[in-house]
Nanobody
Framework: QVQLAESGGGLVQDGGSLRLSCAASVRTFSLYDMGWYRQAPGKEREFVAFINGNGGSTSFADSVKGRFTISRDNAKATVYLQMNSLKPEETAIYYC????????????WGQGTQVTVSS
């Protein structure tokens, strides 16, 4: 069992920035590919960003390319999402996800952190 704890959410104005963190309670953090997802009110959860276990590969949803970056510190078992130029429509609960690279289908979710972008 891996526990994920997101933090860093809050209220920001249109065009502002936030940095989310997700700390994992696991020794072998590098064995987990990490992702960020978000769910707005009344909408389905959607993919935002991905980073593989050693941090060498990343991918982003088209809607956030060029504005968001994802990084990780395996020594701290933490993944980050830097969000710049935020828009009101990006108001959502942001979730961290961990997928074990060796065991297919073994994944975990955090409890989420609220991001609110005011216009």
């Amino acid at each position: 069992q891996v526990q994920l704890a997101e933090s860093g959410g809050g209220l920001v104005q249109d065009g502002g920035s936030l940095r989310l963190s997700c700390a994992a309670s696991v020794r072998t953090f590098s064995l987990y590919d990490m992702g960020w997802y978000r769910q707005a009110p009344g909408k389905e959860r959607e993919f935002v960003a991905f980073i593989n276990g050693n941090g060498g590969s990343t991918s982003f949803a088209d809607s956030v390319k060029g504005r968001f970056t994802i990084s990780r510190d395996n020594a701290k078992a933490t993944v980050y999402l830097q969000m710049n130029s935020l828009k009101p429509e990006e108001t959502a609960i942001y979730y961290c996800n961990a997928q074990n690279r060796l065991i297919k289908g073994l994944g975990f979710w955090g409890q989420g952190t609220q991001v609110t972008v005011s216009s």
